[in-house]
């Protein structure tokens, strides 16, 4: 009777399991359609590491140039960026001239790019990578360049007559929340109607959110990705203030995300200055756990083999880039531990364990795997595998069984939970 019941019992669990599987399946609000960022997209980006450097003269290896962006082109394709799946790379503010030319068209500033976007296009798709540019929705760009306002056919059609797969759209120097609407919508129609495949980052609800709370549906019918929060900066107070602003809005902005569309809380700053190495590790699992576009701003000229290995994480990367494509979340903080998890495709769970506090050394934190994956990660039972701060492999567990962590100040462990061979035969 006894062994009965235990069969009847994790039958049950096994069809609970099954149906929170097919309820994580259901799509998510309409997205973008214009067939592009079906997983979040990864690449380069350089406003964090260069800004507005427009000195060439006192620096040529750190302005905003045709230079820098074919250095960081060759090193994509020769260091294994590219094979990993990082593919677009992407100029930020500072590379127009200050004038449109005599037909009103956007032009880059003719010294910093003796061959004009369409020259360093044609360079970048020779390298197998796609090519990103920026713009503004309003009157000027953040630095004070012509912005699109009034332009934005036009503007649309010039990116894709150079080749341009992505843009980043800002929304500097807007006069009204009604224009601000109005011109991420009017661009977003504008590219789709080049007829040119051209992934479209807007900032629409950071620039929304003074004003009153973003409709994120409709948002997210006309970007691919978004950036909600201020910008990341080379810091762990940033990227901090970022994950506790996320969490404290994720019953709002989990749910929309999904295949074609991202919500983006802004760039990687891995492998520059301010994060130690435990942040580093924080970041890149949590970017991975919140489906994030990963696109990294640091000087891949200039990065240390760890920062690179980390970066370059297969198993990370494959969290990021899960076909299921649901966002994670924070399922629970306390005593400074948070933790995190994301449901995976084949019946797997990404789990984050994050230490928070930043006095002391290395905390140990034990959780109930009965408690992960909506209380169904593990049943009735699951293979954990440890993937940051370094892969190892914990064992298998029971739905019943408990788990302990030790994590480092700051730093972040990082699991997959993954489904029994005997489960997934049942399916």
């Not at 006192?58 to 045709?66: A, H, K, L, N, R």
């Not at 094979?83 to 503010?93: H, R």
């Not at 489906?291 to 891949?300: F, Q, R, T, V």
């Not at 629970?332 to 506090?357: F, T």
């Amino acid at each position: 009777m006894k062994l009965k019941s235990r069969v009847l019992q994790q039958g049950f669990l096994l069809a609970l399991r099954f149906v929170s599987l097919v309820l994580w399946s259901f799509p998510g609000a309409r997205a973008l359609d214009n067939g592009l960022a079906m997983t979040p997209t990864m690449g380069w980006l350089h406003w964090e590491r260069f800004m507005c450097n427009l000195d060439c003269q006192e620096e040529p290896d750190s302005c905003i140039s045709e230079k820098l962006f074919m250095q960081m082109a060759e090193l994509m394709e020769s260091e294994g960026w590219k094979d990993v799946g990082y593919e677009y790379l992407c100029i930020d503010d500072c590379w127009m001239a200050p004038e449109r030319d005599s037909n009103g068209r956007l032009q880059a500033d003719p010294k910093r790019f003796p061959s004009g976007i369409r020259g360093l296009a044609d360079y970048v798709h020779s390298k197998g990578l796609k090519l990103g540019i920026y713009a503004d929705v309003g009157n000027k760009t953040c630095a004070g360049f012509p912005g699109s306002f009034g332009h934005y056919d036009i503007d649309a059609k010039t990116f894709a007559d150079w080749g341009v797969d992505l843009l980043k759209f800002d929304g500097c120097y807007c006069d009204s929340v009604e224009h601000l609407e109005k011109g991420y919508k009017r661009m977003s129609l504008a590219l789709n109607r080049t007829g040119r495949s051209i992934v479209y980052s807007c900032e629409w609800p950071l620039y929304m959110w003074p004003f009153r709370k973003p409709n994120y549906t409709e948002i997210r019918q006309y970007c691919n990705h978004w950036r909600n929060f201020e910008d990341v900066y080379d810091s762990w107070q940033s990227v901090k203030s970022i994950l506790a602003w996320t969490s404290s809005n994720q019953k709002r902005i989990v749910d929309v995300a999904g295949p074609g569309g991202w919500n983006d809380p802004d760039m990687l700053v891995i492998g520059n200055f301010g994060l130690s190495w435990d942040q580093q590790v924080t970041q890149m699992a949590l970017w991975a756990i919140m489906a994030a576009p990963l696109l990294m701003s640091n000087d891949l000229r200039h990065i240390s083999p760890q920062a690179k290995a980390l970066l370059q994480d297969k198993d990370v990367i494959a969290i990021n880039q899960d076909p299921l494509g649901k966002q994670g979340y924070r399922l629970r903080k306390e005593d400074n531990i948070e933790v995190w998890e994301r449901p995976l495709s084949d019946l797997a769970w990404a789990v984050a364990m994050v230490n928070l506090q930043e006095i002391g050394g290395p905390r140990f934190h034990t959780i109930s795997i009965a408690s992960l994956g909506q209380g169904l990660a593990c049943i009735p039972d699951c293979m954990i595998t440890q993937l940051l701060p370094e892969k190892k492999k914990l064992g298998f567990y029971q739905w019943t069984s408990d788990l302990k962590t030790k994590i480092n100040p700051t730093g972040t462990v990082l699991l997959r939970l993954a489904a029994t061979t005997t489960l997934k035969s049942l399916l």
